[in-house]
């Protein structure tokens, strides 16, 4: 039990190889995870990760982000831009913010 616990492997969720990259390996390697390529130990995820392939919907777009890593980038600069705008604002605030990002869009 102790003993056991300290000789388990540690698996982090998330971690790929380049865990220092901002690219889109974390895709490939769902794919890889759903078409089971992948080594034990080469990626821990959770069950909100897997649901991104087991969904079919959700997996178009996991394909879509691991071929293209400036599609994946836009898309992330986009919506991180919309969350920080839109982020610790008031209502009134946030209608003026809307436009502001969308004229930036």
């Known amino acids: 039990t102790r003993a056991c616990l300290e000789d388990a492997p540690v698996l982090l969720p998330f971690v790929t190889s380049g865990v220092d990259r901002f690219d889109n390996s974390y895709f490939q390697f769902l794919l890889l995870w759903h078409a089971r390529e992948i080594e034990l130990g080469q990626a821990a995820f959770i069950p909100t990760d897997v649901a991104l392939v087991v969904d079919p919907d959700l997996r ?38 809307d436009r502001r990002l969308s004229a930036l869009l």
């Not at 400036?70 to 209608?95: H, I, P, Q, W």
């Open 60 to 97: 178009r777009k996991v394909q879509m982000f691991a071929k293209d890593d400036e599609l994946y980038r836009r898309v992330f600069a986009k919506a991180y831009r919309k969350l920080v705008e839109n982020s610790g604002t008031d209502c009134a605030d946030s209608a003026s913010s």
